[in-house]
């Protein structure tokens, strides 16, 4: 559900276009329903203000276009949506019913959407989607949440565009507690040269550039020098700083 209200944002902010037919959104409803993600009635309000928020999102596929199809039999009639409505991508996790032989004649591609919303922040930059997640935020009431909240809901699904959006919201702030930390931490090896191994992460600090290497199979997850932040931290790895930037308060070592 996070996921499906991000994307919609997305597409209410211009970032997109969206198109379905009605049998796309009789599909996402009664899946909604039978998961006991909605009730009926909330089904029924939701294709009703989906239809008046993208009144001309609706598309209509006629059948003999459905069958011209030769991608899965039961996802015919979303690639035959994407034909009438002159879409250049289908956004979905079940990639494997639309695979590239099936779509190149009509010049269409399937995406993952955590591919799609990445290829949106490379295309408008950070700035839009970061502005609709916190306004997602906002709007979510039971439970209220952060965005950091939000963002670690949205990682299993979206873990490439969940770790660049971390990075815009939190980046300073990791990079904040690993330098006081890895000076609280470790001795000098030199002139403005800090180097720290702790449990999950290995921390260096030299010239004022600090680097941070997870030591799973990640590599490299953040880099920054003068007031640049880079880098791809997950929900998890701020949670972890934020853990250390309270043991740092108590003057307590980690």
Known sequence: MPLKDTLLRASAAYLYRMHFSQEILDGVTRNLVKNSKMTPENAKRFQATLLRVFPDALVEVPRDLEGAMTNDPGDRHVLAAAVVSQ??????????????????????TAQHPDEFLTDLCKLHGTEPLAKLLQEQVKDLKR??????????RLHPQVPIFTSRMVTHFCGKEVEATAKVYIKYMAPTLGHNHYLYSGKYYYLQLFNGKLTII?????GEILSSKGGMVTGTLTPEDVRRFQRVKATLETRTPC
Do not use: G, Q
Request: glycine share 0%; hydrophobic share 40%; proline share 11%.
């Open 87 to 108: 879409a250049e991508t289908i956004v979905t996790s079940n990639l494997k019913h639309f695979k590239p032989e099936d779509l190149a004649p009509w010049n269409i």
């Open 214 to 218: 997870a030591k799973d199979d990640r």
């Open 143 to 152: 439970p209220p949440m952060t965005v950091l909240d939000l963002l670690e």
